[in-house]
């Protein structure tokens, strides 16, 4: 596995290895004792989650308060742009975001650690998403920052997304600091 760091330090990028020949391709998409040995930490995942969207559809930006949750984000089919926000209080990249073209075709994976806000939109005419989670979801802790909040400032690669009504009402980053 190879292991690219980003401009925020603890997001990493996920390339594993790749068999393919003319039948098609074999990955191990996970394995703890590889994954801790190329990144340096050790993540407990304890929930899997699969999402399937159509073009357009921007999820997140989400974050859970007291139970924050490291994920490790890969796509099966399709294409996403996955996104990453700082929000760790104190932290010296505070409200920093880092964004990574993952597909079903390159085999990225971006590990999102705890304290930060995930989202992604979908730049193919669908997609099936699949991460893992290192805390259970919990419905009455989560939160999140408004996807497009002017002081993070994301550039998402598409105009005019759709958006679930919970995620249009995300606070932004200025009010969640409160929270945090």
Known sequence: ????????RDVLVLE?????????????????????EAT???????????????????????????QPQGKLVAVMAGEIFDVAVDIRRGSATFGR???????????????VPPGFAHGFCVLSASVHVEYKCTDFYDP???IGLAWDDPDVGIDWPLANPLVSEKDRRLPRLRELQALL
């Open 140 to 142: 009455a802790d989560e």
């Open 1 to 8: 596995m190879k292991v690219t760091p980003t401009e925020l």
């Open 97 to 111: 975001w880092v964004g990574v073209r993952l597909s079903g075709e390159n085999f990225l994976q971006l590990y």
């Open 40 to 66: 340096g930490r050790d993540a407990n995942f304890v929930q899997d989650n699969q999402s399937f969207s159509v073009r357009n559809v921007l999820r997140g930006l989400h974050y859970q308060i007291r």
């Open 16 to 36: 594993p290895k790749v068999f393919q020949d003319e039948r098609g391709f074999f990955l191990e998409s996970y394995n703890r004792r590889t994954f801790k």
